[in-house]
């Protein structure tokens, strides 16, 4: 399985009470708390700072995360970031996310 710091966001392979790159103490924090941060690491203007937040919420399959990344998507010009958003909604899987992936095909093929 694959951990991800709530503070720099950069992923380790283990469970650990301390971030190996930050030194965060991770054991206070819960799935909740980092979706919540993720979520909100959506609104950064960093953009690699955004994409991270995009590939996490992927990655933890954050049903919570649907809507937040669908106005990403549709409020950026940043193609690279566009195709992560569509990723993580597929690896998201759940039902809005589909649904959006499939109103925004249909919109490419109209274009």
């Given at each position: 399985?694959?951990?991800?710091?709530i503070t720099c966001l950069k992923e380790t392979k283990e469970i650990a009470r301390l971030c190996p790159f930050c030194g965060?103490?991770?054991?206070?924090y819960r799935k909740k708390h980092i979706e919540k941060a993720l979520i909100n690491a959506?609104?950064?203007k960093e953009t690699e700072t955004v994409r991270q937040a995009v590939?996490?919420?992927?990655?933890?399959?954050s049903s919570k995360a649907v809507r937040q990344l669908s106005r990403l998507y549709n409020r950026t010009n940043n193609t690279?970031?566009?195709?992560?958003?569509?990723?993580?909604l597929k690896e998201i899987g759940a039902p809005e996310a589909r649904k959006f992936m499939i109103k925004t095909l249909i919109q490419m093929w109209n274009y």
């Amino acid at each position: 399985m694959t951990y991800f710091c709530i503070t720099c966001l950069k992923e380790t392979k283990e469970i650990a009470r301390l971030c190996p790159f930050c030194g965060v103490d991770l054991s206070k924090y819960r799935k909740k708390h980092i979706e919540k941060a993720l979520i909100n690491a959506l609104r950064q203007k960093e953009t690699e700072t955004v994409r991270q937040a995009v590939y996490i919420l992927g990655k933890l399959k954050s049903s919570k995360a649907v809507r937040q990344l669908s106005r990403l998507y549709n409020r950026t010009n940043n193609t690279l970031l566009k195709i992560e958003i569509i990723d993580s909604l597929k690896e998201i899987g759940a039902p809005e996310a589909r649904k959006f992936m499939i109103k925004t095909l249909i919109q490419m093929w109209n274009y």
